[in-house]
């Protein structure tokens, strides 16, 4: 009897140990809530890293607006408030979605609203953009199905690395065995959805260049290079003279090689450049790596 007694109360999952779990959580709970005398206990404001909330039945959290004191709501202001979310958080079924066919919601989150095929961990959800938000097309089921379908695999380069067209946090772009070059913004979307293999192809061969103000860390032109003059071959390969949106540059090949500054945004400079010279400059930049 001792010893059941003992490992009952004392024991890995005992009685004691149980009790200082619910107090540990206890405190947790009780650290986030604010004690406002006249806010009612079973709707209590709670302080969060994202700002104060509340729950409703549902466990659902509900942010309070920016502009709201906690100290200044009444306790009608949050059974409102909660009353807000309950119709909000209702999902709205928009049809069957191109991954698994299982129904695409429109769900919103503490980041805003999104778009959900499916439940549970194999779920697909995609961030609705804001010029879909804009336009009032959030429930636009075609819409929906092209953002669930990413990323687009447009096919493979020279070597069988698969390219793909995808959209992430600082915007749409193409990737390819680890290189990524930025496409348009601001055209909602329409360069993520209508870019082919071959422009791909050709937008990963061009050289990268530092992101201005942060985001993801190098970005690329995204004009259409235009050939200036050809100069020959080298090694079995044609050379050109070529302008792009950061000025001029070799083409050799499918390779692109940048030109010492002088030459970049000189366009007397860049065209008098001869067969020997770009030679020259070819020799050095491969030597170098």
Same mark, same amino acid.
């Given at each position: 009897?001792?010893?059941?007694?003992?490992?009952?109360?004392?024991?890995?999952?005992?009685?004691?140990?149980?009790?200082?779990?619910?107090?540990?959580?206890?405190?947790?709970?009780?650290?986030?809530?604010?004690?406002?005398?006249?806010?009612?206990?079973?709707?209590?404001?709670?302080?969060?890293?994202?700002?104060?909330?509340?729950?409703?039945?549902?466990?659902?959290?509900?942010?309070?607006?920016?502009?709201?004191?906690?100290? &200044?709501? =009444?306790? /009608?202001?949050v059974?409102? @408030?909660?009353?807000?979310g $309950?119709?909000? +958080? %209702?999902?709205?079924?928009?049809?069957?979605?191109?991954?698994?066919?299982?129904?695409?919601?429109?769900?919103?989150?503490?980041?805003?609203?999104?778009?959900?095929?499916?439940?549970?961990?194999?779920?697909?959800?995609?961030?609705?953009?804001?010029?879909?938000?804009?336009?009032?097309?959030t429930?636009?089921?075609?819409?929906?199905?092209?953002?669930?379908?990413?990323?687009?695999?447009?096919?493979?380069?020279?070597?069988?690395?698969?390219?793909?067209?995808h959209?992430?946090?600082?915007?749409?772009?193409?990737?390819?065995?680890?290189?990524?070059?930025?496409?348009?913004?601001?055209?909602?979307?329409?360069?993520?959805? &209508?870019? =082919?293999? /071959?422009?791909?192809?050709? @937008?990963?061969?061009?050289? $990268?260049?530092? +992101? %201005?103000?942060?985001?993801?860390?190098?970005?690329?032109?995204?004009?259409?290079a235009?050939?200036?003059?050809?100069?020959?071959?080298?090694?079995?390969?044609?050379?050109?003279?070529?302008?792009?949106?950061?000025?001029?540059?070799?083409?050799?090949?499918?390779?692109?090689?940048?030109?010492?500054?002088?030459?970049?945004?000189?366009?007397?400079?860049?065209?008098s450049?001869?067969?020997?010279?770009?030679?020259?400059?070819?020799r050095?930049?491969?030597?170098?790596?």
């Amino acid at each position: 009897k001792v010893a059941f007694l003992s490992s009952f109360y004392l024991g890995e999952k005992g009685l004691s140990k149980q009790n200082e779990l619910q107090l540990s959580l206890d405190n947790k709970v009780a650290s986030k809530t604010l004690s406002l005398p006249h806010i009612a206990e079973e709707n209590p404001i709670m302080i969060g890293p994202y700002g104060p909330y509340v729950i409703d039945a549902q466990a659902q959290f509900i942010s309070l607006p920016q502009e709201w004191l906690p100290g &200044s709501v =009444t306790d /009608e202001d949050v059974k409102q @408030l909660i009353a807000k979310g $309950k119709e909000k +958080a %209702k999902p709205v079924i928009l049809g069957n979605g191109p991954v698994s066919g299982a129904p695409v919601q429109v769900l919103t989150g503490r980041f805003g609203p999104y778009w959900q095929e499916g439940e549970g961990k194999e779920a697909k959800r995609a961030s609705i953009p804001k010029w879909v938000q804009d336009a009032q097309k959030t429930e636009d089921l075609e819409i929906a199905k092209r953002y669930l379908s990413l990323p687009r695999v447009l096919g493979t380069d020279g070597e069988g690395h698969e390219v793909i067209a995808h959209k992430g946090k600082y915007g749409p772009f193409v990737a390819c065995n680890s290189e990524i070059r930025n496409l348009r913004k601001n055209d909602s979307d329409q360069h993520l959805f &209508s870019i =082919t293999l /071959e422009q791909a192809l050709e @937008l990963l061969k061009e050289e $990268k260049t530092p +992101a %201005k103000g942060g985001g993801r860390k190098t970005q690329a032109r995204t004009s259409k290079a235009s050939v200036v003059k050809d100069l020959g071959t080298f090694e079995n390969e044609t050379v050109a003279l070529a302008t792009g949106r950061y000025g001029f540059y070799l083409k050799v090949g499918k390779e692109n090689i940048a030109l010492p500054n002088e030459f970049k945004k000189d366009e007397a400079k860049a065209n008098s450049l001869t067969h020997e010279e770009a030679v020259e400059i070819i020799r050095t930049k491969r030597a170098k790596g």
